[in-house]
């Protein structure tokens, strides 16, 4: 079992940063390759951006290509999102999941590839 807690969200002017932190239960942590999707008001929950397990391969989702930035301290069993140059479409709920049993080097960027995800944190940016 994995739980995973969410932090890091709040209001923000469009261009500017947020990181956002995914903290992790278990002694695993280092074994699960991890992802953030997002959902916003009336739409349907959507990939962001993934990492593999050993923190080697990273994958984006087009629309944050370049603004966002996946990585991982298995350490200290947390996940992180960098969110720079953040638009009004970006304002969503962002979740963090954790994915069992991937091979090395692989990602994972549907939501039916992870077992385990966070309650959510609120990213609001205003225009």
């Known amino acids: 079992q994995v739980q995973l807690v969410e932090s890091g969200g709040g209001l923000v002017q469009a261009g500017g940063s947020l990181r956002l932190s995914c903290a992790a239960s278990g002694r695993t942590f280092s074994s699960y390759a991890m992802g953030w999707f997002r959902q916003a008001p009336g739409k349907e929950r959507e990939f962001v951006a993934c990492i593999s397990w050993s923190g080697g391969r990273t994958y984006y989702a087009d629309s944050v290509k370049g603004r966002f930035t996946i990585s991982r301290d298995n350490a200290k069993n947390t996940v992180y999102l960098q969110m720079n140059s953040l638009k009004p479409e970006d304002t969503a709920v962002y979740y963090c999941?954790?994915?069992?049993?991937?091979?090395?080097?692989?990602?994972?960027?549907?939501?039916?590839?992870?077992?385990?995800w966070g309650q959510g944190t609120q990213v609001t940016v205003s225009s």
């Open positions: 999941a954790a994915a069992r049993g991937t091979p090395y080097g692989v990602v994972v960027i549907t939501e039916g590839g992870y077992e385990y």
